[in-house]
């Protein structure tokens, strides 16, 4: 399917690795050009070169920390006139709900609710001026059923879920959509992390850790970023228009509900 979206611009936050680099490679294969970040620049340069090989287009890389505000301002001023934005960081760690204080609350509201709302905040003007404009932010499945180790995670994802509801209805009507991607367990670094840290509570085996987690799935396996991309490059299309404030789950059927 053409995407209808070759030529235009994007920033994808948070993509030298994993979910982000899964979403920049697809909407460089639509011929989208691309602004990359990371806060490590090997893997950010590494990403982004074998990008432009594969597909051709531009690829501006910069190396920050988009949690804070320094790394946002220099993220938004080479963002500016951007026609796609997906956001992305790293997720909070686990715990227990009486591990954490203010201080990590902060952190993980910086990372997963402040930071997109930033990205936002400064790049949506420029698209509803243009009539065009297509936000993905990628957030999780704890956001339609928690995740007990993960209450960080829970909630501040489920805050910035709250503002893109009422955000993407006030500018939906000037060609602008938003929208979230929720990831269930994917392939990547941040899954190694997590059944790094079961396997060390629970003194199993990393092959043991994944495949218990793998038998919660119906699907039976980890999602892979290639998949977690494309559904990215779908919702940034021309022919997601009519997609607006919708959370959309891509978790192998893991989460158990009807709607
Ligand atoms: P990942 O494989 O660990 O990759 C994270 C990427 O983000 C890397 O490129 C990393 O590069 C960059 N990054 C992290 N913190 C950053 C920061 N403060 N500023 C700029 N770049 C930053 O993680 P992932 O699996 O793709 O996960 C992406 C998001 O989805 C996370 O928020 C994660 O919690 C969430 N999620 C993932 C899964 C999953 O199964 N993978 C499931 C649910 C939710 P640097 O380290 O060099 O900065």
Redesign the pocket.
Known sequence: MDLGIAGKRALV?????????GCAEALAEAGVDLIM????SE??EASAAAIRAAHGVEVVTLA????TQE?QAQVIEAAAGVDILVT????PPPGMWSDWDRDDFIKALD??MLAPIAFMKALLPGMMDKGWGRVVN?T??SVRAPIGVLGL?NAARTGLTGYVAGTARQVAGKGVTINNLL????A????VSLDTGVSTQQGITMAEAKAAREATIPAGRYGTRQEFGAACAFMCSQHAGFMVGQNILLDGGATNITM
């Open positions: 936050s948070a993509s030298s690795k994993g979910l982000g680099l970040t990371a806060r490590g893997a950010l920050c920390d988009v949690t790394g992305n960081a790293g997720g990372a997963n990628i999780s499945q995670s990831p269930g367990i994917h990547t670094d941040r899954a």
